[in-house]
């Protein structure tokens, strides 16, 4: 849209390219994806020919290390490039940001091994990762989990299930965290993650989820019955380090999130602006009655905050230096963002941005996923108060 | 087989129509703010055409020239990050203010500074004057045979078949190399360029020419070389009023039409 884009290009992490990526990105979503989108997330099937576009574009790869067949390139760039895509459908960030969390975390915690066999095909996108802490009796409560890994020679044997698993049903591998010391205190020393890979014995997909909206990616519940994983496939080869080396891979999803948000929420005042200016009431455009103003006004303010709160998220975690804080705002006051902004929208839009004639009803179902996700906004919350207390403690 | 495309960078013809202004007086497009400008439609699908030559003769170059002020740089990146090989940009303050004839001698001998390839390649016209001139002159200029307005390319040995798109149908021809053609948006989607390819666009070095290095005098580009003067510049204005041709029947309403047809003298 006209007027932010100078906004939307503030990427100092790679000068040029990051730049010249994020308009071709942008460009590709506007002939590709925006047309398509709706009717594809209406169907529920998967985009395989968007999916298509994107390994070819080499869109997955952005963040890996170009030793493995990636750009090598920042979180900042990412970011954009996220937002891009997801103002036109926000599932495609979602089938894109599991590969770039297992990805970060194969590459800071994996051993060469690893990261040789399993890098190249999560930086195409050839290969589809999975991202798996969640259990029906472990979700914000991660360190919870209940899935087990016991050693039985040169081979773990894993039991438990794991849920809402997003891609779960078309993975190749799985980056799960189980628990190989039930009874370690403090618990997350007994949590290990392990490299799961798809035709794995014992491993199976019990069924996918339905839900409101973030169609695209399908979500699974996993079942680990006796599952015979190689203790090759046991993450940078010890015991104890599952818990920090998974949440660690959090922070590149709340980035995802933060970044996939911000698209959410231009898209939706990208449509209530210009249908604000088609729609007449009492003789004049709805854009000239004061009550739109101060919607539009309002949108555009915040999703330029978000957005700046985002990419400075993002250059925090390019730059090596602690960033959960950084991240953490960004996430909770983006989603936030893309919520308001979707119901606002609707609003400027009156009954037609109920329906599905036009995508709004489609940004105001994907917007909740944003802020109960990639941990719940209330979670999210509590985290940053703890840091924050912990960077202002009063002796 | 080698190929050169020449590419303009043009003002976003998305641009929303209440975006696009000119200055009357200074006879100037106004850069609409917040639109980056692109490279012509027409002259991304040229790129695409050298690129498919390229891969089907299994050899060669595809190089890039763009006429043009700082932004020229932009298309020809573009170009580059599709799969193009190198760059060159006519830069120079004197090349400002030409027409088509300036801009095609500037472009012609680039190209023979360069060495004529196997395919000189333009789009039909610019996206943004249309005029659809610079390739015929081009082809005139280093006396090349040429075909225009062209839908398919097709590597044949040494030669090339071409279908052209003409008023009641297609013209299917075969022209020896080396030869100018241009090419029209029948032709097909310009590819995507690969994010690595960007990134690898982004590094490369452009070379830039001035007119000096072209052997071209100051007097023969640019304003001082043209040979169209522009007299006015402005955009045209559209009243359209709507009259409802009342009536209680169909054939009342009909009757009505027929008369303010009448009067309006187009009956």
């Given at each position: 849209m006209a007027g932010v884009s100078d906004v939307r290009e503030i990427i100092a992490g790679d000068g040029e390219t990051g730049v010249?990526?994020?308009?071709?990105?942008?460009?590709?979503?506007?002939?590709?994806?925006?047309?398509?989108?709706?009717?594809?997330?209406?169907?529920?099937?998967?985009?395989?020919?968007?999916?298509?576009?994107?390994?070819?574009?080499?869109?997955?790869?952005?963040?890996?290390?170009?030793?493995?067949?990636?750009?090598?390139?920042?979180?900042?760039?990412?970011?954009?490039?996220?937002?891009?895509?997801?103002?036109?459908?926000?599932?495609?960030?979602?089938?894109?940001?599991?590969?770039?969390?297992?990805?970060?975390?194969?590459?800071?915690?994996?051993?060469?091994?690893?990261?040789?066999?399993?890098?190249?095909?999560?930086?195409?996108?050839?290969?589809?990762?999975?991202?798996?802490i969640t259990e029906p009796n472990a979700g914000s409560d991660a360190q919870a989990i209940r899935t087990t890994a016991s050693r039985d020679a040169d081979d773990y044997i894993l039991n438990g299930n794991k849920l809402f698993v997003t891609n779960g049903d078309r993975g190749d591998v799985y980056l799960a965290m189980t628990k190989t010391d039930p009874s370690a205190q403090p618990r997350h020393r007994?949590?290990?993650?392990?490299?799961?890979?798809?035709?794995?014995?014992?491993?199976?997909?019990?069924?996918?989820?339905?839900?409101?909206?973030?169609?695209?990616?399908?979500?699974?519940?996993?079942?680990?019955?006796?599952?015979?994983?190689?203790?090759?496939?046991?993450?940078?080869?010890?015991?104890?380090?599952?818990?920090?080396?998974?949440?660690?891979g959090l922070e590149i999803g709340r980035i995802n999130v933060a970044s996939r948000a911000t698209g959410v929420a231009q898209a939706a005042f990208d449509a209530a602006i210009v249908y604000a200016q088609q729609r007449e009431t009492m003789g004049q455009q709805i854009a000239q009655h004061q009550a739109i103003q101060l919607k539009l006004a309002e949108m555009a303010t915040k999703i330029r905050a978000a957005r700046l709160l985002t990419r400075d998220a993002a250059r925090k975690k390019d730059s090596g230096q602690r960033s959960d804080l950084d991240v953490g705002m960004a996430k909770l006051f983006a989603t936030e963002v893309a919520l308001e902004?979707?119901?606002?929208?609707?609003?400027?839009?009156?009954?037609?941005?109920?329906?599905?004639?036009?995508?709004?009803?489609?940004?105001?179902?994907?917007?909740?996923?944003?802020?109960?996700?990639?941990?719940?906004?209330?979670?999210?919350?509590?985290?940053?108060?703890?840091?924050?207390?912990?960077?202002?403690?009063?002796? | 087989m080698d190929v050169i495309v020449c590419v303009k960078q043009i003002p976003d013809p998305e641009t929303p129509a209440a975006a696009f202004k000119v200055d009357e007086a200074a006879m100037q497009v106004l850069p609409a703010q917040g639109i980056s400008p692109v490279i012509s439609p027409f002259d991304a699908q040229a790129v695409e055409a050298a690129l498919r030559i390229k891969d089907a003769s299994g050899d060669g170059c595809v190089n890039i020239i763009s006429l043009g002020p700082d932004s020229a740089r932009d298309a020809i990146k573009h170009s580059l990050a599709m799969g193009a090989d190198e760059g060159y940009h006519l830069k120079d303050d004197a090349f400002e203010g030409g027409d088509a004839w300036t801009t095609a001698l500037a472009l012609s001998k680039a190209i023979q500074h360069l060495g004529v390839p196997d395919v000189l390649i333009f789009g039909r016209q610019a996206a943004d004057w249309d005029q659809g001139t610079v390739g015929s002159i081009v082809a005139e200029l280093l006396d090349l045979p040429?075909?225009?307005?062209?839908?398919?390319?097709?590597?044949?040995?040494?030669?090339?078949?071409?279908?052209?798109?003409?008023?009641?149908?297609?013209?299917?021809?075969?022209?020896?190399?080396?030869?100018?053609?241009?090419?029209?948006?029948?032709?097909?989607?310009p590819r995507y360029p690969q994010l690595r390819q960007i990134m690898q666009a982004a590094r490369k070095q452009v070379t830039e020419f001035t007119a000096a290095d072209l052997g071209l005098d100051p007097s023969e580009v640019g304003a001082a070389g043209a040979r169209v003067q522009m007299h006015a510049l402005y955009q045209p204005t559209s009243d359209v009023e709507v009259e409802i041709i009342e009536g209680d029947t169909p054939e009342e309403k009909a009757a009505g039409l027929v008369n303010a047809l009448r009067e309006a003298k187009i009956l």
């Open positions: 010249e990526i994020t308009r071709n990105v942008r460009r590709w979503v506007d002939e590709q994806v925006i047309p398509n989108a709706t009717e594809l997330e209406h169907s529920g099937e998967f985009p395989a020919r968007i999916h298509a576009d994107m390994c070819e574009m080499g869109i997955f790869g952005i963040t890996f290390p170009e030793s493995h067949g990636g750009l090598g390139l920042s979180f900042e760039t990412y970011s954009a490039v996220i937002e891009e895509i997801s103002r036109g459908w926000m599932g495609l960030a979602g089938i894109i940001n599991t590969n770039v969390i297992d990805g970060w975390i194969i590459d800071e915690h994996g051993t060469q091994e690893q990261k040789d066999r399993f890098l190249p095909g999560l930086a195409t996108g050839e290969k589809q990762g999975c991202f798996t007994g949590i290990s993650a392990f490299l799961v890979e798809k035709d794995t014995p014992g491993f199976s997909v019990a069924r996918t989820i339905d839900k409101l909206g973030y169609k695209g990616p399908e979500t699974a519940e996993l079942f680990l019955e006796d599952a015979r994983v190689p203790a090759d496939n046991l993450l940078g080869g010890s015991e104890g380090r599952g818990f920090q080396q998974m949440i660690s902004c979707s119901l606002e929208s609707m609003r400027v839009h009156g009954g037609v941005g109920y329906t599905k004639e036009l995508p709004v009803e489609r940004f105001y179902r994907d917007a909740p996923l944003m802020a109960v996700a990639e941990g719940t906004n209330e979670i999210q919350r509590i985290v940053i108060a703890r840091r924050l207390l912990e960077l202002y403690k009063v002796e | 040429s075909a225009t307005v062209l839908r398919a390319v097709e590597l044949n040995g040494d030669r090339i078949t071409v279908s052209r798109v003409v008023a009641d149908g297609f013209e299917n021809i075969e022209l020896p190399t080396p030869c100018v053609l241009t090419i029209s948006n029948e032709f097909g989607d």
